[in-house]
């Protein structure tokens, strides 16, 4: 077996090979949140590269709840824009699948100054971000049909699948944290009650798209934090998702308050020796569970995600950043023509680190939407501005557009 052989998923969807580009938020759509253009010609690139399967940036529920002023937001009235995304985004014979977000309390004050979340718990992130107030249970069941019905709609405009964004601090995942779930009643707790948020979405999921439709959770293997969500709490959920009949896990970790353990130093020698972050982990799932896998974060060489697909470490081998570091990515890196080497860009200031970095990625994904190529030299301080600027000014478009 190898990255070139195809996958067959539990609900009969084949992929044509095991390279997936996964999720990188676009930060594309004007004031109206809709699909235009530079998603059209993004994606129509990245298909025809060679890619088995692609998954979108965020596509949100709620215009209220945006993970950046520049998402696209999934309505009903958006169904001819969202095809042209769709048809673009699978014009070489490959899948893409649309990831369904909530923000939560992860909605900067440019987009919403009283957010929601499981509970009234504040993200300390540079004072972007209000404290939220905790869901209503008829919101929360409210919140469990629009993702259903995003799902649908994905369905509808001709993505060949979703991927339930559960992971990385959004709201599932605040629902899944004791850290950020503080309720009493039948949503907060146990375990048991923590995850029936996410259960219930995918099972109604399910109901609306029917069986022969992929979908797949992005799940962290723990929140990096003490008192979160655990390695130990993330397989029992892993086991309780292939009971649903999930087509395909992406293994990820981390929240926003927690970003800086991907960073080289604190990564296990064990880990880095081996590549990918999350592989540990990942042996650790293969031992309670046959789910399908994908690894995302780290890899880098053909040879090691070969070897990793060959010890059945994992099924779907998934990378991002390469992508937006290598022009024509996926075909040279299918062919062994590129190997992924370290890439960082650091302004010398922690708490603008993650914007620099964000800033800079972003800066590469509006070139190629602009059919341009990728330039690797802009500075950290001016992709950190860059992205601060972009944030502000798309938030103040949306208001005058909404």
Same mark, same amino acid.
């Given at each position: 077996?190898?990255?070139?052989?195809?996958?067959?998923?539990?609900?009969?969807?084949?992929?044509?090979?095991?390279?997936?580009?996964?999720?990188?938020?676009?930060?594309?759509?004007?004031?109206?949140?809709?699909?235009?253009?530079? %998603?059209?010609?993004?994606?129509?690139?990245?298909?025809?590269?060679?890619?088995?399967?692609?998954?979108?940036?965020?596509?949100?529920?709620?215009?209220?709840?945006?993970?950046?002023?520049?998402?696209?937001?999934?309505?009903?009235?958006?169904?001819?824009?969202?095809?042209?995304?769709?048809?673009?985004?699978?014009?070489?014979?490959?899948?893409?699948?649309?990831?369904?977000?909530?923000?939560?309390?992860?909605?900067?004050?440019?987009?919403?100054?009283?957010?929601?979340?499981?509970?009234?718990?504040?993200?300390?992130?540079?004072?972007?971000?209000?404290?939220?107030?905790?869901?209503?249970?008829?919101?929360?069941?409210?919140?469990?049909?629009?993702?259903?019905?995003?799902?649908?709609?994905?369905?509808?405009?001709?993505?060949?699948?979703?991927?339930?964004?559960?992971?990385?601090?959004?709201?599932?995942?605040?629902?899944?944290?004791?850290?950020?779930?503080?309720?009493?009643?039948?949503?907060?707790?146990?375990?048991?009650?923590?995850?029936?948020?996410?259960?219930?979405?995918?099972?109604?999921?399910?109901?609306?798209?029917?069986?022969?439709?992929?979908?797949?959770?992005?799940?962290?293997?723990?929140?990096?934090?003490?008192?979160?969500?655990?390695?130990?709490?993330?397989?029992?959920?892993?086991?309780?998702?292939?009971?649903?009949?999930?087509?395909?896990?992406?293994?990820?970790?981390?929240?926003?308050?927690?970003?800086?353990?991907?960073?080289?130093?604190?990564?296990?020698?064990?880990?880095?020796?081996?590549?990918?972050?999350?592989?540990?982990?990942?042996?650790?799932?293969?031992?309670?569970?046959?789910?399908?896998?994908?690894?995302?974060?780290?890899?880098?060489?053909?040879?090691?995600?070969?070897?990793?697909?060959?010890?059945?470490?994992?099924?779907?081998?998934?990378?991002?950043?390469?992508?937006?570091?290598?022009?024509?990515?996926?075909?040279?890196?299918?062919?062994?023509?590129?190997?992924?080497?370290?890439?960082?860009?650091?302004?010398?200031?922690?708490?603008?680190?993650?914007?620099?970095?964000?800033?800079?990625?972003?800066?590469?994904?509006?070139?190629?939407?602009?059919?341009?190529?990728?330039?690797?030299?802009?500075?950290?301080?001016?992709?950190?501005? %860059?992205?601060?600027? %972009?944030?502000?000014?798309?938030?103040?478009?949306?208001?005058?557009?909404?």
């Amino acid at each position: 077996m190898d990255i070139h052989d195809s996958l067959e998923l539990p609900c009969g969807a084949v992929l044509k090979n095991r390279l997936a580009k996964a999720a990188m938020t676009e930060r594309f759509s004007d004031g109206d949140l809709k699909p235009n253009e530079k %998603h059209y010609t993004l994606y129509n690139n990245w298909a025809k590269e060679g890619s088995g399967l692609l998954i979108t940036g965020n596509v949100m529920l709620e215009k209220s709840h945006l993970e950046s002023a520049g998402n696209v937001v999934m309505k009903e009235e958006f169904l001819p824009e969202l095809k042209q995304w769709a048809k673009a985004a699978t014009s070489g014979g490959n899948h893409c699948w649309t990831q369904i977000s909530h923000s939560g309390r992860q909605t900067s004050i440019f987009n919403n100054l009283r957010p929601v979340s499981a509970s009234n718990v504040k993200l300390k992130k540079l004072g972007f971000f209000a404290k939220p107030r905790a869901l209503e249970t008829s919101e929360i069941e409210g919140l469990i049909d629009k993702y259903a019905s995003a799902a649908e709609l994905s369905k509808q405009a001709g993505f060949t699948g979703v991927q339930i964004h559960a992971a990385h601090g959004y709201l599932i995942s605040q629902f899944l944290s004791p850290i950020t779930n503080k309720r009493t009643d039948v949503w907060g707790g146990s375990l048991e009650n923590r995850t029936r948020f996410l259960f219930e979405i995918v099972k109604s999921t399910r109901i609306r798209v029917g069986a022969d439709f992929p979908i797949g959770v992005k799940l962290n293997s723990s929140d990096f934090q003490k008192g979160g969500f655990s390695e130990e709490d993330s397989l029992w959920v892993i086991k309780q998702l292939e009971e649903l009949g999930i087509d395909l896990l992406e293994i990820s970790g981390g929240t926003y308050e927690n970003a800086e353990f991907l960073l080289a130093e604190n990564v296990r020698q064990s880990t880095k020796k081996r590549e990918a972050y999350f592989l540990d982990f990942a042996e650790k799932v293969r031992k309670e569970s046959s789910v399908p896998l994908m690894v995302t974060g780290g890899i880098r060489s053909l040879e090691f995600c070969n070897e990793a697909l060959n010890e059945n470490l994992l099924d779907v081998v998934g990378m991002a950043r390469p992508y937006l570091l290598y022009d024509n990515f996926a075909d040279r890196f299918l062919a062994g023509e590129v190997t992924p080497g370290p890439f960082s860009i650091r302004t010398g200031i922690k708490a603008f680190e993650d914007m620099a970095e964000a800033g800079f990625y972003n800066l590469q994904l509006d070139r190629l939407g602009r059919g341009k190529t990728i330039n690797k030299n802009y500075s950290a301080a001016r992709s950190a501005f %860059h992205l601060i600027k %972009h944030e502000f000014v798309k938030a103040l478009a949306n208001k005058f557009a909404g």
